[in-house]
Structures are given as structure tokens and as C-alpha cells.
């Protein structure tokens, strides 16, 4: 019981629009569904204010998965954020994937107030598939990569120490 | 023994176009020759390391330093010169964001040796020698730098007070750093030495820039003759102008080039390459995936086009290898 | 600056507790930078926790609060008015979620509480951030716009006309009264529907409050909740309304002596001239002349005898042109019904190809004293039918058309068949699938119609066919299989009326971009909340009543009816409403005029400034939905309450590890 675990719980940030999904997550609350609790909702009002910096954001501060969550397209509580966010994460996905971030990673889907079930299988489809892929861990490899600065480093502040004394 | 101010200038990964844009002075050289003494500058002057090393901490005013980080010889002279300067300026795109070098953080160190070293078309190398940092010979000994995993900016080595964006920068950012530097007038530490505005501020095309622009197609300059009074996005061509930091008076535009985002971000942007994805997307007409994707075809090389100048300032910093291949040692 | 956060973790009774360690949870909320105090209470939600927050605010010197309990959709308003009554801004409030997206729906207890801690650590990261914003107050135009004069309409225009606000009506039909207009008598009393309806279709005419535009469609639609400017469109009848009196003269002149085009009103089973009245009790009681059929208007050589006989009324205009009318309303009310199912989806019932078939609304016709057949049930084939299948669930309860249930049928077919009945005397038979009585009187309606003789039986029809094909006999059996009996049953008759289940409007996906509301999966509109906002929108300042929502009988439209009214009158008398300043603002020296910005708005609400040469937006019309924020290149555009550094720590928050 007290073994820790080796099973990999993916980290997944996602940006849902208030109108819609994050409605449906509530309706899949209120109607007591079940998921996995892998994920962490942040609230914007329209998936329109997705600034792709967001995910990138998310991806560097050591997320696995980023989940958008948007209404369908033609129905969107400010007519057309939607599609906006469409074409930005379009284009989104393929720099990713040229940045070594593979599919799967980033996703977007459109889940309407009333699909609370969606919201379900999203969530635990997007899970089981992360954690096939992985952790990503961005802290830790840019960590990993500034550790060829360290010996370096220690040397130098070796060196003034020396000559900290000297003066 | 001098009085004035001593400032000098470095180069570590770079092209040496940062050099030239000093000189590029012109007059205006005489008077920032006559107002300061430099004391390092390897690309025209023949001061050597250890001169440095044996001036006083904090004695060289003002040290500009540009290319990006990519060696080990580079990481120590950024130390160096850190030490012994009070004001420490990232001179140039490189040493702001990394520059075009840093569009190598898409490839593993290894990727890029055994290209260089072996399957380079004009490479004859059969025993696969590969450069190393020490070597013996005959009692003899040498070292090269090491080339490291990761391309880096300045500030992501030291610690930077002053920015000078540009590629290279336009001497007038020079001269108006050095004249700030003497007279003392300094902004807040970290502030980047140019307007925090778009560059679409200084365009002479703004006026023509129409209010709903809505692409079907992103063409490339070599796919048009561009109309010299319009606006370039207008016409269909990837022009950064609008998600880039201005004070280069759009040089480029004024030679009907669209803008390629050298001057890197406002300083309300935190990263450069997905705020240009999301412009430009958001540019693009289309309400189905399968237009929205032909029309976004036009841009052909995402990383190469939104990072050009900056991908190690990307907050994922370069491309992610598949196991196997790392980033590290 | 150091802050002085409150964090506050709700039990929620066991709803949160039971599944989230909130003791554990509040007391690493106090060890979170910034954070003074960590509590947890039972409901968070009642007086004395709304209170609570209140003096801690004043005691604890707090200057931000957040609280973890349920969805900020359900409470977010009371907490940000408890924090205002300690004296705080209510901006300063941030709510965190962890009933319906963490303790309703995860299983195990350690995840659950992990999960609340990272979303209440995201927060208070967030929450340092906050600035003191307003709410911007605007001031509601006491015009209401009420789309669609059906029964829903009719009863809402008068209701909030008798209040003294003024309406105007807005019908594309040339008459109002919608469906109900069209029925012979109303279920379960029987009563005349024509009797009932046309003393209110009178008061809408005559009332001093409501302007009536008949014939007309909105089409635009602009502004916000309190301000809407639209736009409709009057079409033209060739006809002056209000020097026409209906006296029909017009019509008995045309030089088409009979009628000769499908009536619209009697669905195709009577004829109507090209210039024609609706129904004898049409209001406005005006002609119209119909582009498509009139000579005059199609070739411009006619003896236009209808001129003539007009005399010195004058009252027909050839040149009339469609009138374009700009009105100003703070609220809108959309009443605009529903269309019978397409029963020739369901190709085996006949409709279409064998004569014999109806549907309803077109036996509702034929029974009608001012129908094509003036009441007798007269089939195509001009004899009275002498035995008749009433098919329940036509299009509805059905996995190939529509899921739901029409909720109207099973009545309105008793109804038919006690109709039928009492008009030919005719072997009547109901096939059905459940029989749904539900409403008052609506049971004693049913054992009256069986107590009548009408045979009732309890299968889904599968088939229609004609009895003899090939032998000019039009006889039709209908075939269903009987659940009570366990046979099939094969029924000859000679009439077969389909009980056709309601739908949307086919355009009513055009309709609700245009007010920008949403539809439900079925097409009809949506409800803000099914139970406790039912007449409600997701759009401030716009209401739904009646079969556009959803299908409802009589009783029920008008119930919601008077409850849009009701609705729209608190906004009016209210005087002004509160919008959220989640807004945009554009930093005008940071805005390098690249004009990016200015397509992305849905609601124009970004302008160019050339003389400055910047983009400039109009907060009023500014709904907040970020979608410049985010497309903006140089950062210049921010969002109140998401600007990009709330936003980044949020991120940090959820992320950074504990």
C-alpha cells in the first residue's frame, strides 16, 4: 500500500469556454459522471481568447496534455469566436508537431452545454492516450539541458571566490 | 590614463553583420570614438583575453556583446565580461532571443555532427572523425570549445541589463544607447533599447492596410512582384510587421520585403512565435478545417517562420527529440 | 505588494466533503504565498459563511477571497456581493470549483483532494492579480420586441401592453394567430378555438400600446441587452393597410372568377386568387396580392378590375414597395412557434401518394367551419369517409426522425377522433403507442372519447397500403401489430390521419444567429435553464415563450408567455441592468494601428481612430468574449478579469508542484 506508485498520471491543462464546455463539465458533475481526475480546468469566456501562448505556456511549465474546449462551430455564444480558434489551432497543431510535441499532446474538441458525457470520454480518452505517450516534462528536460552550463559555472564561481581573496 | 568611459564590444555565435552595423556609424563613430575608450574588440582590435582578465571587476562601463551562446569558450567570456562590466548589453537578435542560430534548437547536437562530419554531400570523412574538446599528440596538448546541446540567448547565460534588438540593429539604436549610457539617462534595468510599439506604427503602407483582411492564401516574396505603395500582409505575403517590435523605422517594408520579426516582441509578449502564429492566423479566412488547412499551407515552415529570430526564447526553447535522441549529453 | 488573501473551502454538506479532505485542503491553503487565512465551513454559501467572509474581510484586513465550493455559474454572484458588503470589490473575489468538476466526479479521495489544492493554489496566484474593476450600468429602453403572433405572442404583447410599455408585434404571416388560428376546437374543453383567439387577436389590433406589423421579418439585428437596434422588413402586400377594410370587394372582382392556387391558410386543400384574404377573420382584416400569381404583377397587362371595384379607397397599390423600419427596444421576446413534421419522411405511411392520408393540421381544416369544406368532413375524392385510422407518434418517439415526444399529439388525436366521430358517425380507430394525458382534464378527455366508441389500439402503426391496388377502390388498411391483443392487426379505412409530432421552424437556426441564442440538439431554442429559467436565453435581455422552446399545448404557451412578459417587465421597470466589465480595452500608446483587431469583432465594436491612427473600442458594446485579446500581435488589446498575466498564473498555478 505504501509502494509509490509506477503508474504515470498525465498533467492536463485545459481552457474551457464558459457558454459551453465549461457548462457541460457541470452538467457532468451535476449528473454525477465519473472521469478521470487528471485534469485542470481554467475558465475563459470564449475559446476565442485562447492566446496560443497559453499553450505553450502550459507545455513549458510541465504539462502532458492540453485540452481546448470550445462550442461547435456555428453556435457560439459570441457568433464567431469559435472559428477563430479553429484557425489558430490548426495552425497551432502543426507547429507542435515541428516541435517535436507529438499528436495527441495539444487537442481540441467542441462540446456543447449539453454534452456532459462528452466531456467524460474526452477527458479519459485523452488520459489513456498520454499516458501511452508519456510524460512530456518540460522543466525537467530544460533542466537536463542547462546541466552541461553547471560544471562551468562551479568552476567560475571557484575561480572568484580565489579571487574575491586575493583582492 | 584614460578618463572616459570604457566600453567594448564581443561577438560570440554570430555573423558578424552586428560588427558591421558599428561601423555602419558612419560620422556618428568619430563621436562615440572620441566620447569612449574601447578596450575589447576582437573583430577590429587586438586586445586580447587575459587584458581583460586583468581589469578591475566592473571596470569596463558598458559591454556589448552579441551573437547567441553556443559554445563553451562563448559561456565563459559571457562570464567573463559579466564580471568586469557594470552595464551588460545583449547587442543584436542573437544575443536578444538567440537569433538565427537558434533555429538549430531543432536538431540534437548529434544530428548536427554527423551531417557536418559525415553526411554532408561535400564531407570525405571514412573514419567518421569527429572534432574533440581535448587532444593529445606527441606530448602536445589542445582544446577546442565545446559545442553545446542547446543554443542559447545572452540573458539565459548572464544576466543582461540592456537589450539592442535587431538583426542587425540599425545604428541609430546604437547611438541613441551610447548617448544614454554617457549622459546616464538609463531606462529600468531589462528594458529593451527600442519603441514598445509595432513596427505598422513607423510603416509608410499603414494607410493603405485594409480594416478586414481575410486570406485564402499566404504567398511567399519569391511567389510575387509586390506593389511597392501596399501593404505586404494585404497582398497576401508573411509580414511579422504587426507583432514586432518597431525602431527600425520598417526598413525592410521600405524595401518591399515584409518584415521577418527581427526586432523580436513588445514587451507584453512572452512568447514571440505563438503570438505571430495566433496574428496570423487569425488573419486567414476559412470556417472548415480542410480550407482553414489549405490556406495555412502557404506558410510552409511554422518554426522557421514565427521563431526566426528567436526560437531558444521559445518557452519550449527548441524541438523535443524522441527518446533516444536528447537534447543532452 | 504583499497581499492578504482569505481562502475559503466549502463542505457543501458531504457533497464536497465526502470527497475532498477539506481540513487538509484549507490548511495548505494558509501555507500559500499571500494567503492569511485558510477556513472551511458546511455551506459556505448560507448567511452565516456569507457573513463570515464578511467580517473577516474587515477583521482580517483581507484583500482578496477565494472561495472553493461549487461552480461560479451557481454562486459566484453571491460571493462577489458578500465580499462587496464587507467593504471589498467584488472583482477581488475568485471562485474555484471543486464540486461539480472535482468531488462530484472523481472516485478517489487522495486525486480528488490533490486536484482541489492545484486549483486553489492556480487562485490565489490568480487572484493577486485582480484589479478593482466596476460594473458599468446600462440603462434598459422600455420598448419591447415581441417576433411571432401566435397565441405566445398575442398573450405576452398584451400582457405587457396593458402594462403600459409598448410593443411591437412582429408576424411574416399577412395574419396573426398563428397555428392556433388554424384549429377547428381546443382540447380538453372543446372550446372553439376561433372564439377564444380572435377576441385577443381584436385587443392586439385595437390596443394603443402595440404597434402590429403583419407580412414583416426582422432582418438585422444590433446591440446588447437594454439598446437593441432592429431592423425588420415589411413586405409588401400591393395592398394599403390602412385604407383597406376588408371589404373583399377586390376579390370577388378578380378576373380569375374562381380560385385556382393552393390556399396557404387551409393547407393546400382550398383555392385562393392571386389577391386574396388570409382567413375571414384575419387581422389585420386586409387583402394581399401574391407576386407570383397576380397577372399584374407578373406581366403588367391586366384589367385590374380589382382597382375598379376598390373605387374610391383606393386602397391597391401596384407599386408598393417593401417598407425598410428601424426600431429602438431594450428587450425582445421570441414567440415564433413550430412546423408540423414532414410526413413524407416516413414514406410507407402514404402521405403524398395515396389520397387518403392527412395529417392532422389538415383535418383540423377540413373540420373547421371556415375551412375548404366549411366543416364537413369531405375527403379529396368528395365522399365523407365511413371508417378512419388516427396514427399516433408520427415523426416522434423515433430513433429515424425525432427522439422526443410531441407532448400534444395524444390529445389532439382523441380530439380528432371525437370530432370525427360526431361530424360522420365513422368506425373511428386510434393507433397508438402510450396514450399521454397528463394535464388537467386531459384523462377524463380520454375515457370520454373511449366512452364514445372510439376504438383504441395500442400499436405503432407499420404500414399503410391500399386494400385492393389496381381496383380504383381507395380503401387503405393500416397495419400495426396490437400489444394488448398480441396480433397484428390489418385495419381497412377509408380516411387516415397522421398525428404528425411538432418540430422547430425549419429556419430557426437562421433565426437564433440572428438574436444570437443558441438551439438545443433538437433545433429548438434554448433555455438558459430548463427548470428554474425556462424562458430565459443565454443572451441577456431576450426571452423564448411558447413551442419555440420546446413543444407545449395551449395552457402552457400562454403560461410561459406571461412569464416572458413577466421577465421582460422586470428589466423595463428595473430601469437599468448591470453588465459584467469583463471588457476589452485597448492601451492606446501601446496600439500601433495595425488593425488586426478591428475584424475580429462579432459585435463591430472596434473602430479605426485615423486620426490617431489606433484602433479604438466601444466598451458598450463590447461583450467580452476576448477573441482580439488574443489575436492581437503587439499585446496592446487586454480583457478585464483575463488579462494575459491572471491568465499565466493561473497556468503556474495548477502546475507548480507542491
Known amino acids: 500500500m505504501s509502494e509509490p506508485t509506477t503508474t504515470f498520471e498525465p498533467r492536463i491543462v485545459a481552457f474551457f469556454c464558459n457558454w459551453c464546455t465549461y457548462t457541460a463539465a457541470d452538467l457532468a458533475g451535476v449528473s454525477r459522471m465519473k472521469y478521470a481526475p487528471n485534469i485542470r480546468v481554467i475558465r475563459l469566456m470564449c475559446s476565442g481568447r485562447l492566446d496560443p501562448q497559453f499553450v505553450m505556456t502550459a507545455f513549458a511549465k510541465g504539462a502532458d496534455g492540453v485540452l481546448i474546449g470550445g462550442c461547435h462551430p456555428g453556435d457560439c455564444h459570441y457568433v464567431e469566436g469559435n472559428y477563430k480558434t479553429l484557425r489558430r489551432a490548426t495552425l497551432l497543431k502543426r507547429m507542435l508537431a515541428d516541435l517535436g510535441i507529438v499528436d495527441g499532446r495539444f487537442r481540441l474538441e467542441w462540446i456543447s452545454a449539453s454534452e456532459g458525457d462528452k466531456v467524460k470520454h474526452v477527458v479519459n480518452d485523452m488520459v489513456e492516450k498520454l499516458r501511452a505517450l508519456g510524460p512530456l516534462n518540460m522543466p525537467g528536460k530544460h533542466k537536463d539541458w542547462d546541466k552541461e552550463m553547471e560544471e562551468l559555472e562551479e568552476q567560475l564561481q571557484a575561480q572568484e571566490g580565489e579571487a574575491c581573496h586575493v583582492h | ?329 | 505588494m504583499s497581499k492578504r488573501i482569505g481562502v475559503y473551502i466549502c463542505h457543501c454538506g458531504t457533497n464536497i466533503a465526502g470527497m475532498v479532505d477539506v481540513k487538509a485542503v484549507a490548511e495548505y491553503a494558509a501555507t500559500l504565498p499571500g494567503v492569511v487565512l485558510g477556513r472551511d465551513y458546511k455551506y459556505m454559501c448560507s448567511d452565516p459563511g456569507q457573513e463570515w467572509i464578511k467580517e473577516d474581510i474587515k477583521d482580517q484586513k483581507l484583500d482578496r477571497v477565494v472561495v472553493a465550493a461549487c461552480s461560479p455559474l451557481l454562486h459566484e454572484r453571491t460571493f462577489r456581493t458578500a465580499a462587496a458588503r464587507g467593504g471589498l470589490n467584488q472583482y477581488y473575489v475568485q471562485m474555484v470549483n471543486i464540486r461539480e468538476h472535482d468531488a462530484w466526479v472523481h472516485t478517489d479521495k487522495a486525486s480528488a483532494t490533490e486536484k482541489a489544492k492545484d486549483l486553489i493554489r492556480a487562485a490565489v496566484y490568480r487572484v493577486a492579480l485582480h484589479k478593482p474593476l466596476e460594473k458599468k450600468e446600462v440603462p434598459i429602453k422600455p420598448g419591447v420586441l415581441i417576433v411571432g403572433a401566435g397565441i405566445a405572442g398575442i398573450h405576452a404583447a398584451l400582457t405587457l401592453a396593458n402594462a403600459g410599455k409598448k410593443v411591437y408585434l412582429v408576424e411574416r404571416e399577412p395574419t396573426i394567430g398563428g397555428h392556433m388560428a388554424k384549429f377547428d376546437k381546443t382540447f380538453p374543453t372543446l372550446d372553439c378555438a376561433a372564439c377564444i383567439l380572435t377576441p385577443k387577436m381584436t385587443s392586439v389590433k385595437n390596443h394603443p400600446n402595440i404597434t402590429m406589423w403583419t407580412y414583416s421579418d426582422v432582418t438585422k439585428v444590433d446591440g446588447f441587452v437594454g439598446n437593441y437596434k432592429v431592423t425588420v422588413r415589411r413586405n409588401p402586400r400591393y395592398v394599403i393597410e390602412n385604407l383597406c377594410v376588408g371589404c373583399s370587394e377586390c376579390i370577388n372582382a378578380c378576373v380569375y372568377k374562381e380560385g385556382k392556387f393552393p390556399d396557404e391558410f387551409n393547407l393546400g386543400l382550398g383555392k385562393r386568387k392571386p389577391v386574396y384574404l388570409p382567413f375571414p377573420q384575419a387581422t389585420p382584416l386586409v387583402a394581399l396580392i401574391d407576386p407570383d400569381t397576380c397577372i399584374q404583377l407578373k406581366t403588367g397587362k391586366c384589367k385590374k378590375t380589382c382597382i375598379e371595384a376598390c373605387g374610391d379607397r383606393k386602397a391597391i397599390d401596384f407599386e408598393q414597395e417593401a417598407e425598410i423600419k428601424e426600431i429602438e427596444v431594450g428587450t425582445i421576446i421570441l414567440a415564433t412557434g413550430f412546423k408540423i413534421f414532414d410526413s413524407k419522411r416516413i414514406p410507407y405511411y402514404g402521405y403524398g401518394t395515396y389520397p387518403g392520408v392527412y395529417t392532422a393540421l389538415e383535418v383540423e381544416r377540413l373540420v373547421n367551419a371556415s375551412g375548404p369544406t366549411s366543416g364537413e368532413l369531405v375527403m379529396r375524392n368528395g365522399q365523407k369517409p365511413k371508417s378512419v385510422a388516427i396514427v399516433h407518434c408520427v415523426g416522434s418517439r423515433d430513433e429515424n426522425t425525432n427522439k422526443y415526444c410531441s407532448r400534444v399529439c395524444c390529445m389532439y388525436s382523441l380530439k380528432l377522433a371525437h370530432l370525427v366521430k360526431e361530424r360522420t358517425g365513422a368506425e373511428v380507430y386510434n393507433f397508438y403507442i402510450d396514450m399521454r394525458t397528463p394535464g388537467k382534464g386531459f384523462e377524463e378527455f380520454y375515457s370520454k372519447v373511449a366512452g364514445e366508441g372510439v376504438h383504441m389500439i395500442r400499436g405503432k402503426v407499420a404500414d399503410i397500403y391500399p386494400e385492393s391496388p389496381g381496383n380504383g377502390s381507395a380503401r387503405l388498411v393500416v397495419q400495426a401489430e396490437d400489444t394488448l391483443l398480441n396480433m397484428i392487426r390489418k385495419v381497412p379505412v377509408d380516411m387516415v390521419v397522421l398525428g404528425v409530432g411538432l418540430e422547430a421552424q425549419a429556419d430557426a437556426n437562421d433565426v437564433r444567429r440572428l438574436f444570437n441564442i443558441s438551439c438545443s440538439n433538437d433545433g429548438w431554442f434554448l433555455e438558459r435553464h430548463p427548470k428554474l429559467a425556462p424562458v430565459n436565453t443565454f443572451t441577456d435581455g431576450i426571452f423564448i415563450a411558447g413551442c419555440c422552446q420546446g413543444p407545449k399545448d395551449i395552457p402552457d404557451t400562454v403560461a410561459q408567455a406571461g412569464a416572458a412578459a413577466a421577465e421582460a417587465l422586470a428589466l423595463i421597470d428595473a430601469g437599468s441592468i448591470e453588465l459584467e466589465p469583463n471588457t476589452a480595452y485597448i492601451v492606446d500608446t501601446e496600439c500601433s494601428g495595425c488593425k488586426t483587431c478591428i475584424p475580429m469583432c462579432p459585435y463591430t465594436a472596434i473602430s479605426r481612430n485615423d486620426e490617431k491612427k489606433i484602433a479604438v473600442i466601444n466598451e458598450a458594446l463590447c461583450k467580452g468574449c476576448g477573441t482580439c485579446v488574443a489575436a492581437c500581435p503587439s499585446g496592446a488589446i487586454k480583457q478585464n478579469l483575463f488579462e494575459d498575466e491572471e491568465i499565466f498564473e493561473e497556468i503556474n498555478g495548477v502546475l507548480a508542484h507542491v
Open chain 2, 1 to 329: 590614463m584614460s578618463t572616459k568611459p570604457k566600453i567594448g564590444f564581443y561577438w560570440c555565435a554570430s555573423c558578424g553583420g552586428c560588427e558591421e552595423s558599428v561601423v555602419d556609424l558612419a560620422e556618428d563613430i568619430l563621436m562615440v570614438v572620441g566620447a569612449v575608450d574601447i578596450v575589447f574588440w576582437p573583430c577590429a582590435m587586438d586586445f586580447k583575453k587575459k587584458d581583460v582578465e586583468a581589469m578591475a571587476d566592473k571596470s569596463i562601463v558598458a559591454m556589448l556583446i552579441n551573437g547567441a551562446i553556443r559554445t563553451s569558450e562563448q559561456e565563459e567570456m559571457a562570464h567573463l565580461l559579466r564580471r568586469k562590466s557594470q552595464v551588460l548589453i545583449a547587442y543584436g537578435s542573437c544575443a536578444h532571443t538567440g537569433g538565427i542560430p537558434s533555429l538549430a534548437n531543432q536538431f540534437s547536437r548529434e544530428q548536427i555532427m554527423k551531417y557536418v562530419y559525415e553526411d554532408a554531400p561535400t564531407m570525405v570523412n571514412d573514419q567518421k572523425t569527429r572534432p574533440q574538446t581535448h587532444y593529445k599528440d606527441d606530448g602536445r596538448e589542445t582544446e577546442l570549445p565545446e559545442l553545446r546541446n542547446t543554443v542559447r540567448s545572452l540573458d539565459q547565460v548572464v544576466d543582461v541589463d540592456y537589450y539592442i534588438p535587431g538583426c542587425p540593429p540599425p545604428p541609430k539604436l546604437l547611438k541613441d544607447a551610447v548617448v544614454a549610457l554617457l549622459s546616464g539617462k538609463l531606462p529600468p534595468k531589462g528594458t529593451v533599447l527600442a519603441p514598445d510599439i509595432a513596427v505598422c506604427q513607423q510603416c509608410k503602407r499603414n494607410d493603405t492596410k485594409p480594416q478586414d483582411i481575410s486570406l485564402t492564401e499566404f504567398k511567399r516574396p519569391h511567389q510575387i512582384i509586390a506593389d511597392p505603395e501596399k501593404c505586404l500582409l494585404a497582398q497576401g505575403l508573411v509580414c511579422l510587421g504587426p507583432a514586432t517590435r518597431g525602431g527600425c523605422d520598417a526598413v525592410c517594408i521600405n524595401g518591399n520585403m515584409p518584415c521577418t520579426g527581427c526586432f523580436g516582441p513588445t514587451s507584453r509578449v512572452t512568447d514571440h512565435g505563438a503570438k505571430i502564429l495566433s496574428y496570423l492566423a487569425s488573419t486567414a479566412a476559412g470556417k472548415e478545417e480542410k480550407e482553414i488547412t489549405k490556406t495555412l499551407a502557404g506558410v510552409p515552415d511554422p518554426v522557421g517562420t514565427f521563431y526566426r529570430y528567436g526560437l531558444a526564447k521559445c518557452l519550449l526553447r527548441g524541438k523535443i527529440h524522441a527518446t533516444g535522441e536528447s537534447n543532452t549529453r
